[in-house]
């Protein structure tokens, strides 16, 4: 009897973990494109990392504004593993004419507690 109830009162808390327990990591957001002559194209959001409470992917860098400004950096992408990394930040784009595109963002770290992934570069100035 007591077996029993120790495998029922086990289940049961399995069952009322699993939805935190295995939650996906959202999604960053796109950056926004530059202003200007042939504004730069804003960053890829970074993806959600996959696993247990999977990280969070990092933001797309903001395009460059001016003459031909410079692309945004995408996001780097959430660690694996449990609790896995934050993705890094996109870098912005340079401003300026033929301004220089920004950096991209580091992925998170993987294993447990995955570490937290870097942010982009940001964009030179033209001439």
């Known amino acids: 009897m007591k077996k029993t109830l120790s495998v029922i009162v086990s289940a049961v808390a399995l069952m009322a973990a699993a939805p935190?327990?295995?939650?996906q990591g959202v999604a960053g957001y796109g950056g926004k494109g530059g202003g200007g002559y042939y504004g730069g194209y804003g960053?890829?959001?970074?993806?959600?990392g996959d696993a247990w409470?999977?990280?969070?992917?990092?933001g797309g860098g903001k395009g460059g504004s001016g003459y031909y400004g410079g692309g945004g950096g995408?996001?780097?992408w959430g660690g694996t593993g449990?609790?896995?990394?934050?993705?890094?930040?996109?870098g912005g784009g340079g401003s300026g004419y033929y301004g220089g595109a920004g950096g991209g963002g580091g992925g998170g770290g993987s294993g447990a507690y995955g570490g937290v992934g870097g942010g982009g570069g940001k964009g030179g100035m033209g001439s």
Do not use: D, E, I, V
């Open 43 to 48: 960053g890829q959001g970074g993806g959600g």
């Open 53 to 58: 409470k999977g990280g969070k992917g990092g």
């Open 82 to 90: 449990s609790y896995g990394g934050k993705g890094g930040k996109g």
């Open 74 to 76: 995408g996001g780097g």
């Open 20 to 23: 935190q327990a295995f939650a």
